[in-house]
């Protein structure tokens, strides 16, 4: 269980303080946390909370989305709320392409522009900006990073522990090159996270997740890739299926370390 | 208009003698034709059809499924019906992950085995067998082959006259390797289909494409690319989506030839 970590999405109705207690009573070491439910519970006192409760924040998600007005302030404000959560890992979505435009390598640039510009903020915050491919489904709407290797080629311009990626098992285990893409990657592996794929996929997709055993994704061979290249950090589970949410909160916990322990390690 | 083909499956209800005189109606050059409604109508018939019509057709739909029982049977009457209806071109799609299955390199191993096996019988026939990478949101359930690169590193292992690879703008949009990778396809390129990217995706996101001109897709710039890369031959219009397929067929072949004059010539 070293490596274990809930991403609280999971159980995305469970209530922060709950999740806290339940990965306690679990014996879970590490969580990761969403900006919106930080916030609305109170950044400082969300902070407090997972410290004196001995749990390491694992990540936070998520900056990015710089196709969209007032990404600048916006990003700013992620990172600092990752230092002040004390994690290393602000997982970036870049964002799909702006309203009405078809210019996806235009898109593009701005991401890499971007990361750029917040690079010096994040380096000085101790925070490493993750950037993660989401699947190519996901490319004209949320983000135009759709393979580790578009990430890396992006990352690759900056020094490791300022801009690093993430490896989504959910998003990536379809792509042909994605173990010599891990291999690649080495010390820019900044998380890892596992959800498994399952079909068919609900309208909308983004809610189309399974726990990790339920789907086709080879778990394993992929954490195993990660570990080859040198990581050593945490693995997040990380789902969002309407159903699973719909489950108990600490139910959904259970599920996830049963399938971690059975399809991961 | 001279090189625009439209595939019957963008009017799926529209009943093929239908389909045949609206094209000649319109002044369409060529179609490309499914094997079910082909068979449906009897194939013999269904050659004279479109023979005595003067219409080319600009491709079958489709072969493939090689990780499914029966593969090779079904793919050999493929490639007659496709000789009988004299196209030259017959559509793979690949086929998913067989059932229960999480091992894709396996599957796409079954894949190239497969190719290797039919290509003998389809040079006989003078028929390319044509792969098509799919979007990577249907590699578990449809196609393994995700990608251009992938589709290549397969087809370059035989003539390119033998196997060649189908461009389809709604699944390769996304990729940033695409430009190099349609360069490199050069002759191999056997068809270039379009279709539109839209969103929200709908629950199973197969019927979720949209006429062109509709959606994202830099369609005109990809049709260059193919063109560029030594490609003549024709553009076919390929939606599926259960909102066009409820219109009138000629109001679908009207839209589609006015997406394609606007958005893709």
């Not at 290797?149 to 900056?158: K, P, S």
Request: proline share 5%; net charge negative; with cysteine.
């Amino acid at each position: 269980m070293a490596r274990f970590s809930f991403n609280q999405a999971t159980a995305k109705h469970w209530p922060l303080e709950d999740v806290v207690a339940g990965c306690v009573d679990a014996g879970v070491p590490g969580i990761g946390l969403w900006r919106e439910p930080v916030q609305e519970y109170g950044l400082a006192k969300a902070a407090t909370l997972v410290r004196e409760a001995g749990l390491a924040v694992t990540s936070l998600c998520r900056g990015g989305f710089f196709t969209a007005d007032g990404w600048r302030d916006e990003n700013r404000r992620a990172i600092e709320e990752a230092a002040t959560l004390g994690t290393s890992v602000l997982v970036l979505v870049s964002g799909g392409l702006p309203e009405g435009s078809r210019d996806v390598d235009g898109a593009r640039r701005m991401v890499a522009d971007a990361i750029a510009e917040l690079a010096p903020e994040a380096a000085a915050a101790g925070v490493t900006l993750a950037i993660e491919p989401l699947h190519p489904m996901f490319c004209s709407d949320r983000c135009v990073v759709a393979t580790l290797g578009q990430a890396l080629d992006i990352a690759e311009q900056f020094e490791p522990g300022t801009v690093g990626v993430v490896v989504d098992a959910y998003h990536v285990w379809w792509d042909d090159t994605v173990y010599q893409q891990i291999a690649r990657a080495g010390a820019r592996i900044a998380a890892y996270q596992v959800a498994d794929w399952i079909t068919p996929l609900p309208e909308g997709v983004l809610l189309g997740r399974g726990l990790p055993g339920d789907g086709c994704v080879e778990l394993r061979r992929l954490r195993e890739a990660v570990d080859a290249a040198g990581y050593t950090g945490p693995v997040e589970v990380e789902v969002f299926n309407a159903e699973v949410w719909a489950r108990p909160g600490r139910a959904v916990l259970d599920a996830s370390v049963a399938g971690y322990l059975r399809h991961v390690v």
